[in-house]
């Protein structure tokens, strides 16, 4: 296609009427699909006074410019959401990127479940958050299970003959097999605090220090959750506050969702916009409220036009009345500026993560790569003598870590060998393989730990799956760094920015797979001890760890529950604990509050 330039004058032609344009690149691809009440005023904007970056960026790759002429402002809006979820422009607003805070569910059955969740269904369950600290709810719903064991199975609940093994280990209070009343299952939970403060107390005066910091971190995550965590109103109506920070082309969408007068969620999108501030907020709603979220009877917004627009689309679309309005003063206006401040937080750390740009780009140009390596996948493995041999990838984005995306992965085909470079054949044989099934996002640049080998190894299997994916390698004794079909390594100078990079990569996936491979040999140290009882094999060991979670917990555990997990007598499981109180006398002691004895010393840890 020939290239021409687009100038006011050449879009003269638009119609003065409300319809949807469409911006197309040198391909013919649609890159960017915009409304307007007024189609030549709106277009001809683009190109009249001083522009914004972002503005730039998007009209540097436009060559065309089709419109669409529809009857009214509320089919353009319609007609503009379809071809952008048809066509998904490159500078349209993708949510793909919105981060919920998870939230405690307690559902509406006749035996509740209690379990932690992103997602919000309105079936008349309760919902208690959101909690940014994942931590403290995860901390909380263990201590729920151990004193108030409610049940685990999804769905309607279904009576049985016995119960599963959950009740054995006192996990479940087993309603499906009549074990339990309602009413005593229903009982309330706001003795939590005041019985473990008891317990933390009775703890401490005992000198159990280590059960005494276990129960005080467990009233810490209760008070956690019931202090701050819900904001509190008497107005009942629901309601959600939706702002927004900007710079250049980066935009944080933050939307604070009110029922019943709580604070009953709080998401956060990441994304970008190249349009005006008006079409990206509408864009944003639309897509928002079509995430099978309900709107609400009234929405507060940033100063906008499109305030009938949205209105009639929340009437049409989901047979809601909502009232959109911009708050001035009181309750409302300081809610908005809370969401604005969570918005301009959560902008200003993205602006400190792309301080990395300027070093990726620098080894863009360093290692001749296609593209900016915004998205580095990194992989390690490790093992002990060739047991546990296990490998780690991890993901960064722009420099940083991208923890959601990390990955770790038993290797399967050596059978006890020592060989790095066959795991690293099949490890990343695995990933990329997976990465071609699921059509998954490739990143732009592969960095394996290790040297020529290891580089070999890795390259051998993207070529086989036919992958052009850059990959490197970068060993550990002079920080060089390897590229295939180069004899002699490229050398970056210490300290330097793009170097600092590939080595926070290098470092973090050796991390991930060497505490991974540790967590094993931790759980066959496990395993070994339970084994040393007459009668107890391998199968029954797995059993009772799989079911208990550490020895500490078998020690201390019900006997009865315990044999009934292994599948032994009563006296055998107590046997179990007797082998293990006697290899740590201190802790034995240490139950006996009757006793009197001196202040415990520090032992070695299990």
């Not at 997602?119 to 919902?127: A, M, N």
């Not at 019931?226 to 009942?236: I, N, R």
Request: proline fraction near 6%; charged fraction near 30%.
């Amino acid at each position: 296609m020939e290239k021409r330039t687009l100038t006011p004058k050449s879009i003269s032609h638009f119609p003065r009427k409300p319809g949807v344009y469409l911006m197309k690149d040198a391909d013919g691809r649609i890159i960017y699909v915009g409304k307007a009440k007024i189609l030549i005023n709106r277009v001809r904007s683009y190109f009249t006074g001083n522009k914004d970056i972002k503005t730039e960026m998007l009209i540097r790759k436009v060559v065309q410019i089709d419109y669409i002429i529809t009857q009214n402002e509320y089919e353009a809006l319609i007609l503009e959401n379809n071809l952008i979820k048809q066509w998904k422009p490159r500078y349209n607003i993708n949510l793909k990127d919105g981060k919920t805070y998870p939230v405690i569910r307690i559902t509406a059955e006749q035996y509740p479940r209690v379990f932690r969740t992103r997602r919000i269904i309105q079936d008349g369950s309760e919902y208690f958050g959101p909690f940014p600290n994942v931590q403290s709810i995860d901390t909380y719903l263990e201590l729920i299970e151990r004193l108030f064991p409610l049940r685990k199975c999804k769905g309607p609940l279904k009576r049985r003959d016995h119960p599963c093994l959950y009740y054995h280990i006192g996990r479940c209070a087993a309603p499906c097999a009549g074990k339990v009343s309602q009413e005593g299952y229903l009982q309330s939970v706001e003795v939590l605090i005041s019985e473990l403060s008891a317990q933390m107390q009775q703890a401490s005066s005992e000198l159990r220090f280590e059960k005494a910091a276990e129960l005080r971190d467990s009233v810490d995550a209760i008070r956690t959750l019931q202090s701050g965590q819900q904001v509190m109103d008497a107005d009942l109506d629901s309601r959600d506050y939706v702002a927004s920070a900007v710079k250049e082309e980066l935009a944080t969408f933050v939307v604070f969702q009110m029922r019943n007068g709580k604070l009953l969620g709080s998401d956060i999108f990441r994304t970008q916009v190249f349009g005006s501030t008006e079409e990206d907020l509408t864009q944003f709603l639309l897509q928002y409220y079509e995430a099978l979220r309900s709107p609400p009877s009234k929405l507060f917004l940033p100063k906008t036009e499109e305030t009938s627009a949205i209105e009639d689309y929340f009437k049409r679309e989901h047979d809601a009345q909502v009232t959109i309005s911009t708050p001035r003063s009181g309750r409302d206006a300081s809610i908005m500026r809370m969401a604005a401040e969570n918005a301009k937080q959560d902008l200003d750390k993205r602006i400190r993560e792309r301080s990395n740009v300027p070093a990726l780009e620098e080894l863009q140009k360093v290692l001749k790569l296609p593209k900016l390596p915004a998205r580095i996948e990194g992989f390690d493995i490790a093992q002990l003598s060739g047991k546990h041999t296990v490998a780690s990838m991890v993901s960064f984005r722009d420099g940083v870590p991208d923890k959601p995306q990390y990955r770790r992965f038993h290797v399967k085909t050596l059978d006890g060998a020592i060989d790095d470079f066959a795991s690293m054949r099949e490890v990343v044989a695995r990933r990329y393989t997976r990465i071609m099934n699921e059509n998954l996002p490739a990143p732009d640049l592969i960095l394996i730990d290790g040297g020529k080998g290891q580089v070999s190894a890795a390259v051998s299997i993207l070529k086989a799956l036919d992958l052009h994916i850059p990959l490197i390698g970068l060993a550990k004794k002079n920080e060089e760094i390897y590229l295939p079909g180069r004899s002699e390594p490229v050398l970056l100078p210490h300290g330097s920015p793009p170097l600092r990079v590939l080595q926070a990569v290098r470092d973090e996936a050796h991390r991930f797979a060497t505490g991974f491979n540790q967590k094993l040999r931790q759980k066959d140290i496990g395993l070994g001890r339970l084994e040393g009882v007459p009668g107890i094999g391998p199968a029954r060991s797995k059993k009772l760890l799989a079911a208990f979670k550490s020895l500490e917990t078998i020690r201390t555990a019900d006997p009865a529950a315990m044999a009934a997990v292994a599948g032994v007598s009563v006296a055998k499981a107590l046997e179990i604990q007797e082998m293990l109180r006697a290899e740590n006398p201190t802790l034995e002691a240490a139950e006996r509050p009757s006793q009197q004895r001196e202040a415990p010393t520090s032992g070695s840890p299990e």
